[in-house]
């Protein structure tokens, strides 16, 4: 189970891209990879071919490859530049019997929003 989620902000800590901070754009769970903006970026060329239309498609894009998601630390929102590892509490609620899980930041012991 991966501990970061979608639309989290994280700061890579190792590899060429290590130092930046990006948005994660999707989470590879079965691959334990994930996909963030601006990191980690390559050129992909695609054939050029014809639409229905008549315009026309290819050339080279640049895209955004996975990283693994050992190789990157979750920016809590509670502090902007300390980057933390994410652990859960357990909180149980009065209404239903079944307990939340809440997501904190291993450093200060803080709510992850």
Not at 29 to 39: F, H, L, Q, S, Y
Not at 63 to 89: D, F, M, P, Q, W
């Amino acid at each position: 189970m991966a501990k970061v989620k979608a639309n989290d902000r994280v700061l890579v800590i190792t590899g060429k891209d290590r130092g930046k901070e990006g948005r994660v754009l999707e989470v590879l769970t079965k691959r334990n990879r994930i996909i963030v903006e601006g990191i980690q970026r390559a050129k992909k060329h695609n054939k050029p071919g014809q639409t229905d239309r008549g315009t026309k498609t290819g050339g080279i894009e640049t895209i955004e490859n996975s990283i693994h998601i050992s190789n990157v630390k979750v920016l809590a929102s509670s502090s902007k530049k300390s980057a933390t590892r994410v652990g859960y509490r357990i909180e149980n609620s009065s209404g239903s019997g079944k307990p939340k899980r809440i997501r904190i930041s291993k450093k200060t012991g803080k709510d992850i929003e």
